[in-house]
């Protein structure tokens, strides 16, 4: 077979394609942050979600025992905690009091959901309700400090290339659960609005 010179400059033409097609391979991976800030940024789905996971439980303890689902002396004492341990830490203490003003909100969109569920179902109480102040908000509070960590690694990833998007894509898939992506999303929200 003869090469003419159409066929080098086909050549020529397939070969710059396949660079190109490449190099935009590699720039699309290299806009994701890092491995461990992914790593980051998962924790802190994984630990907001294990504190949206405690509000059923605090539904059932009020629902049996008819305290209002709003608690403002509650919330004012975990904020004087994330305030004092924000400062410790080195964390923005305004951004922190509105990450957990945020939880807060998530957490009682959910106890709300339950109990409009409850009272169309015309529900009894619980047998065997969970203790608010002796289980349940310990439990919560033993969230705290891991949660503070993590709003600390949040901050030095607002620096991070690609950490902001990856973020938003990992929020587009965590906010699609038909039950918990409307808390899922207001709790996310000062991170979005941080990165
Ligand atoms: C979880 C509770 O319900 C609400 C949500 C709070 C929270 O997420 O920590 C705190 C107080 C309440 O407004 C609670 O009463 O403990």
């Known amino acids: 077979m003869r090469f003419t010179p159409r066929h080098v400059a086909n050549t020529y033409c397939i070969i710059v394609i396949v660079a190109l097609l490449l190099l935009a391979g590699c720039q699309t991976q290299s806009s994701l942050p890092p491995t461990e800030d992914q790593a980051a940024i998962d924790r802190m789905l994984h630990l907001i979600d294990e504190r949206l996971e405690v509000a059923p439980l605090v539904a059932?303890?009020?629902?049996?025992?008819?305290?209002?689902?709003?608690?403002?002396?509650?919330?004012?004492?975990?904020l004087d905690q994330v305030a004092s341990r924000a400062a410790d830490a080195g964390v923005d203490e305004d951004f922190a009091r509105h990450f957990f003003q945020a939880q807060f909100?998530?957490?009682k969109q959910v106890q709300r959901q339950l109990h409009e569920r409850w009272e169309d179902e015309g529900r009894e109480p619980f047998d065997n309700p969970p203790d608010l102040a002796e289980e349940v908000r310990p439990t919560l509070d033993r969230l705290t400090p891991?949660?503070?960590?993590?709003?600390?690694?949040?901050e030095r990833l607002?620096?991070?290339?690609?950490?902001?998007?990856?973020?938003?894509?990992?929020?587009?898939?965590f906010t699609r659960d038909e039950v918990y992506g409307e808390p899922r999303e207001t709790a996310l929200q000062p991170l979005l609005d941080r990165l």
């Open 105 to 107: 909100e998530a957490s």
């Open 146 to 154: 891991a949660l503070i960590d993590a709003l600390n690694e949040m």
């Open 158 to 173: 607002a620096d991070v290339e690609g950490a902001s998007g990856y973020l938003e894509a990992r929020a587009t898939e």
């Open 60 to 78: 059932r303890s009020k629902w049996n025992s008819g305290a209002a689902i709003e608690a403002p002396e509650r919330e004012a004492q975990i």
